[in-house]
């Protein structure tokens, strides 16, 4: 396949953060669609790791090159579903929380709470 651009465009809104979740969620738009309509992988996937990012940061602030900001060293995914349009809901919760490793459980599902993808970030501070 030769001449192929694609242009996206990926928005989300954190709806909550406490000391042990955090929720967000992103409309299903053009720009975060394959060629097939549904949503792209990658973009499902760029949804539950900044989730879960923001609940792993805890109060810090997201500047950048911000010292101890939570760095993603894994990432396991269950693709089980998707969707041509609506919105994204992700959910995510420590699995363990620890000084130097933690690791986030996050759930992404659509707006009648079917199950999309279910992944397994593990972070570590940032020197």
Do not use: C
């Not at 989300?12 to 549904?38: H, L, Y």
């Not at 949503?39 to 940061?57: E, Q």
């Not at 693709?79 to 986030?104: D, P, S, Y």
């Amino acid at each position: 396949m030769s001449g192929f651009h694609y242009k996206g465009e990926i928005e989300f809104s954190v709806q909550s953060v406490d000391e042990n979740s955090a929720s967000a969620t992103m409309p299903v738009k053009p720009g975060i669609r394959n060629p097939f309509g549904t949503v792209h992988a990658g973009a499902i996937l760029w949804f539950a790791d900044v989730t879960a990012t923001v609940l792993a940061m805890g109060k810090m602030d997201a500047a950048e090159a911000e010292p101890g900001f939570p760095l993603a060293i894994n990432l396991s995914a269950n693709l089980i579903g998707n969707v041509t349009e609506g919105e994204l809901r992700a959910n995510a919760r420590f699995v363990k929380k620890g000084r130097r490793v933690t690791t986030i459980r996050t759930e992404v599902t659509d707006q009648m709470d079917r199950l999309l993808v279910d992944v397994t970030t593990t972070h570590i501070p940032s020197a």
